[in-house]
């Protein structure tokens, strides 16, 4: 059976991001004037609204901070339940990303997580969480 996935917009503030998954990094947003890092990524800094921005690999690790488990509706290419946490990268930015292996009953606020991929095809790889 083929499936499909929601793909996610894929913009001038968000490529570097894509391209990191696509190369096995995990990439966060960085700006050259103050050094603060933030995630999502956008154009300004939202700190000091300087323009100038780079990145930093992050090392892949975090803790969950929340989570929910979806079961219903449905979700195009998957199968349910999925758990989606707020994952709190030890490098202080939070992003949302989906938990793999982990049982619905299992997944718990603080539990240790590490970024793997998942390749969907050659232009979009989506980072995945596995138990740390
Ligand atoms: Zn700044």
Same mark, same amino acid.
């Given at each position: 059976m083929t499936t499909a996935v929601i793909r996610p917009m894929i913009g001038q503030d968000s490529q570097f991001f894509w391209d990191g998954t696509t190369a096995g990094e995990l990439r966060v947003q960085k700006c050259n004037a103050c050094g603060v890092l933030r995630f999502p &990524?956008? &154009?300004? *800094? &939202?700190? *000091?609204?300087?323009?100038?921005r780079g990145h930093v690999v992050a090392a892949g690790t975090g803790t969950v901070f929340s989570y929910v488990v979806h079961r219903h509706p449905p979700v195009p290419g998957k199968e349910l339940p999925i758990v989606i946490a707020l994952i709190d990268l030890d490098e202080g930015v939070r992003m949302v990303g989906e938990v793999v292996d982990v049982a619905d009953d299992e997944i718990e606020v603080g539990m240790r997580l590490r970024v793997d991929y998942r390749r969907v095809d050659d232009e979009l790889t989506l980072p995945i969480w596995r138990k740390a």
């Open positions: &990524p956008g &154009p300004a *800094c &939202p700190e *000091c609204h300087a323009l100038d």
